[in-house]
């Protein structure tokens, strides 16, 4: 679909980790952050492609 779709998925990875490190730091319940995880990934979609995909967070603990 697009030229760079690796980078783009790369950069998903490094927004998902940002958030998630960023919000452990915090002690935060596991629904904030599923929660600022999706509106990141979201924010970080539209201004790379111009779209709105559906993001689905599922977090799963070991």
Do not use: C, G, H
Not at 39 to 54: G, V
């Amino acid at each position: 679909m697009y030229a760079n779709e690796n980078s783009i998925t790369q950069d998903a990875r490094k927004v998902v980790l940002d958030t998630i490190t960023d919000l452990m730091l915090q002690e935060s319940e596991w629904s904030i952050v599923k929660e600022a995880v999706r509106r990141n990934l979201s924010n970080y979609f539209d201004k790379k492609t111009k779209r709105r995909p559906m993001v689905l967070t599922f977090i799963l603990e070991s």
